[in-house]
């Protein structure tokens, strides 16, 4: 069992920044995706960044504000949140996967953080 536990979401006004933080805990051997999706209001669920051995993607609409980052020693990512906009509001949710103890693998979801941007 893999948990993700997510936290740094809340209100923030146009133009704000957020820095949000997920760690994971369990039967860890190794984790080789990290990543950050968000799902607005009658919407899907969207890939916002992901960083796979090192390397960084982004969605369209968040690069060059947002940057993803990775502590491998704590098992956590990062998701730091600048230029904030109105149509960033959603719940972001951190996605992890690996392998566990038994080198079983394993994707793991954490349960969400709600993001608003409003003034």
């Known amino acids: 069992q893999v948990q993700l536990v997510e936290s740094g979401g809340g209100l923030v006004q146009p133009g704000g920044s957020l820095r949000l933080s997920c760690a994971a805990s369990?039967?860890?051997?190794?984790?080789?995706?990290m990543g950050w999706y968000r799902q607005a209001p009658g919407k899907q669920r969207d890939l916002v960044a992901v960083i796979i051995s090192g390397r960084t993607n982004y969605a369209e609409s968040v690069k060059g504000r947002f940057t993803i980052s990775r502590d491998n020693a704590k098992n956590t990512v990062y998701l730091q949140m600048n230029s904030l906009k109105p149509e960033d509001t959603a719940v972001y949710y951190c996605?992890?996967?690996?392998?566990?103890?038994?080198?079983?693998?394993?994707?793991?979801w954490g349960q969400g953080t709600q993001v608003t941007v409003s003034s």
């Open positions: 996605n992890a996967g690996g392998q566990t103890l038994m080198r079983r693998h394993f994707g793991s």
């Open positions: 369990g039967s860890i051997f190794s984790i080789s995706t």
